[in-house]
């Protein structure tokens, strides 16, 4: 491929860390492509998606995926909190990593249909023109075939990469380059931001009729049943239990030096200092005896415990291993996870793992930080439905609120369509400040709302109402154009070409998605969700 560049091959040794090699030069290459029919691993036995007959392989995904995610955590980085699992999970970064790459096979294939193709001096030139191959501003060889060998990727994988993303970056470009902005366009965008519109409006939110609406019992016998899960009382248990606290035994506990130094050793990371250095021995000293200590009563109890209960745990008798380790046994009535009594306090790691064992069991050793428990499940009552009577204020409450949201879209969409008419009877209207256009939404009167912005300058004297009603904040709010005073058409004809300019590349990337959308639809795209969940 780069036979030419070859026969000017210098001989200069290059020292250089691997890590910053991938950051400067390798980009999406083998992130996106790998071996195969149309750069990517056609015959994979496991796959991340499948478009048509090629395959994704999970590498590439994978790859994709952390690519992307490095470059989110460097645009988030000095915000508070950074790139958290929250953030990468709202912006769904596995699924846009997938839907990049399954993009690029479809334009791929694009190519294909559009007689586009890359030559070996494009190529040549593009490889030519990376800084990370240069020297003094000149494609270095040498250096070229040096950096390659230490990313271990073979001059032949990497210009048959890099040919890949010529020929996705050409096809993009050529579905991108049939974008116009027509003079219609452009007049509709100069007048979007120069009118100035007027609406006639009104609202209906479902807190002001919540009061009117009435629901039957079998209103709230169905919506019950429909919401079983929300209104069932929490599984609950009762357990006996005993109690072994380590702290009395502690002050009668001997311990020798190199007990304590060994435990120092291992649990070096108790003892640091300001800066993170682990403290002397000597200084600590009081520290750590009193941590050796503790941690070898407690080993020696819980082991202790644990041996009484496995010896007798097939006698299912709590009182019998109680008598052995001198414990008096408690028991509890019943209780939720989330409502444990009093005398539980502190004992989570208890509290959860009795509800795992089965009833007449025994369960343990657990250790918490009241002590160490071993005890025994007497009772478990299941979550069940609850009867009407006892969530009938809850129940009648949130029937009243659907039903009444319900209420007031029925009565906007009623508005919506009277006021696409020309009897305006019996509509209570309010007429809102004259305002231009802002990106924001932010209409005088009626509320924040982009969606509602888009409807209100899209209407005209021939169109003053939109079809449906838009939910503002909680109210469903309708409009018609009560005027529309419109920009000089002077200015127009002497803003026209830069308007259509200015608006040029957004069109351009709605042509391209537009395109990216059609063929997604003609093709046959496979994603394994297991693989994507993970």
Not at 42 to 68: C, F, G, M, W
Not at 423 to 443: I, R, V
Request: charged share 25%; aromatic share 6%.
């Amino acid at each position: 491929m780069l036979d030419l560049m070859r026969k000017q091959k210098e001989s200069i040794i290059i020292k250089v860390v691997f890590a910053v090699i991938v950051l400067s030069f390798i980009g999406t290459i083998f992130l996106v492509w790998g071996k195969g029919e149309s750069g990517f691993g056609k015959h994979d036995a496991s796959y991340a998606a499948k478009v048509d007959d090629t395959t994704i392989s999970p590498q590439q995904y994978q790859n994709s995926y952390e690519r992307l995610r490095e470059v989110y955590q460097q645009l988030f980085g000095q915000a508070a909190g950074g790139l958290t699992p929250e953030l990468e999970k709202q912006l769904n970064l596995r699924q846009l990593a997938l839907d990049r790459l399954i993009d690029s096979v479809l334009l791929v294939k694009g190519a294909k249909e559009l007689g586009i193709t890359v030559s070996k001096d494009e190529v040549a030139a593009s490889i030519a023109a990376m800084p990370a191959f240069q020297r003094n501003g000149q494609f270095n060889l040498a250096l070229y075939e040096q950096l390659l060998k230490m990313s271990r990727i073979t001059p032949s994988d990497f210009e048959d990469s890099q040919k890949t993303d010529l020929l996705i970056n050409k096809t993009r470009k050529a579905i991108m380059d049939k974008a116009t902005v027509s003079d219609d366009d452009a007049r509709r965008q100069y007048h979007k931001e120069r009118d100035r519109v007027q609406l006639s409006y009104a609202s209906f939110s479902a807190a002001e009729l919540a009061p009117s609406v009435k629901p039957t019992e079998a209103d709230l016998e169905d919506y019950l049943k429909q919401h079983a899960d929300s209104f069932k009382s929490p599984d609950k248990v009762a357990i006996s239990y005993l109690l072994l606290d380590p702290a009395p035994l502690i002050a009668g506990e001997q311990i020798t030096q190199a007990e304590q130094e060994t435990f120092y050793r291992k649990n070096l990371d108790r003892y640091l200092a300001g800066d993170g250095s682990p403290l002397p021995f000597d200084k600590v000293k009081d520290r750590v005896l009193a941590d050796a200590t503790r941690d070898k009563v407690e080993r020696s109890l819980y082991e202790k415990a644990a041996d009484t209960l496995y010896q007798n745990i097939k006698s299912g008798d709590l009182q019998l291993i109680a008598a052995k380790l001198h414990a008096k046994v408690s028991e509890t009535s019943l209780f939720s996870a989330a409502a444990p009594p009093q005398a539980l306090a502190g004992a989570g790691p208890l509290v959860q793992q009795a509800f795992t064992v089965q009833t007449g069991a025994l369960g343990g050793p657990v250790e918490t930080g009241n002590g160490i428990y071993i005890f025994k499940v007497n009772e478990k009552k299941p979550a069940a439905l609850l009867p009407l009577a006892a969530v009938r204020g809850t129940v009648e409450q949130q029937v009243r609120a659907a039903k009444a949201a319900e209420l007031a879209k029925q009565k906007a969409a009623d508005a919506q369509k009277q006021l696409a008419g020309t009897n305006l009877a019996g509509l209570k209207l309010q007429t809102s400040l004259p305002f231009t256009y802002n990106a924001k939404g932010e209409l005088p009167g009626i509320g924040t709302s982009p969606q509602l912005m888009e409807s209100a300058f899209a209407l005209t004297a021939a169109k003053p109402a939109p079809g449906a009603p838009i939910l503002v904040g909680n109210r469903w709010v309708v409009i018609r154009l009560k005027q529309r005073d419109a920009a000089s058409e002077a200015d127009f004809a002497a803003q026209k070409e830069a308007l259509k300019q200015r608006m040029l590349p957004q069109r351009q990337e709605e042509v391209l998605q537009k395109w990216l959308t059609d063929h997604r639809a003609k093709a046959k795209i496979v994603i394994n969700q297991a693989l994507l969940a993970r």
